[in-house]
């Protein structure tokens, strides 16, 4: 079902919003940006995503859909020939292209998390060590995937593009506090170069946040978690 109302409950500075913004963005749809306040959860997304009640949450014509690689690949399937498609169009190609989507946030997310997150300085360490290996695939990953072109989707962006997309702002954030890039030049040079042209795209300014932005943000939650954990 094309067409109709497009409303999406986020919060800015997720990965996993800035994702559905990014794959929204590059299909040219326009859509109603309710930002959410994750310490006060609107009625609307709690009745929308009642399992996990995370956000993001795409409402269209009134009906919820959860997950961001499950609401990217929704966008691209009920707006068919609505700017480009970004999910390969040869079944084989889909089903890798969406075996590293998961493979991103399975291991790259989830340690990469570690390392801003992590208690001790084993468990940080922990975090860059695994963050690291899953680069390392994914340098790989993007050779095959690109077959020597500019992005994982070939000429232009596809599925691959915007699910590690959704990172690219964090990316920059993440070395401006900690001095950690994952995607360096000398371990990742195809990764590191596809991070700054992915950036320079028309449709993904529109929507990455600024990075001093982001590093307010994550300097206000560190201080936050930093009394709590004084107080206790
Ligand atoms: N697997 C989910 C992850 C979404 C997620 O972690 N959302 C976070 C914000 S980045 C959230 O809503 N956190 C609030 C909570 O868990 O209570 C997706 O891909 O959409």
Known sequence: MA?????????????FALRVKLALSFKGLSYEDVEEDLRNKSDLLVSSNPVHKQIPVLIHNGKPICE???IVQYIDEAFVGTGPTLLPADPYERAIARFWAAYVDDKLVAS?????????????????????????HLE????????????FGGDSVGYLDV????????????EKLYGFNPFDATRSPLLNAWVERFGEL???KAVLPDTDRLVDFAKMRQAEAAAAASNN
Do not use: N, Y
Not at 3 to 15: F, I
């Open 3 to 15: 067409g109709g109302e497009l409303k999406l409950l986020g919060a800015w500075p997720s990965p």
């Open 112 to 136: 990469w998390m570690q390392t801003f997150r992590g208690k001790t300085d084993e468990e940080k360490a922990e975090g860059v060590k695994q963050t690291l290996a899953a680069v390392e």
């Open 68 to 70: 961001s690689q499950i």
């Open 202 to 204: 028309d449709a993904a």
């Open 163 to 174: 699910t590690l997309g959704g990172l690219v702002a964090w990316v920059h954030a993440g």
């Open 140 to 151: 790989a990953a993007f050779k095959e995937c690109s077959k020597g072109k500019r992005f």
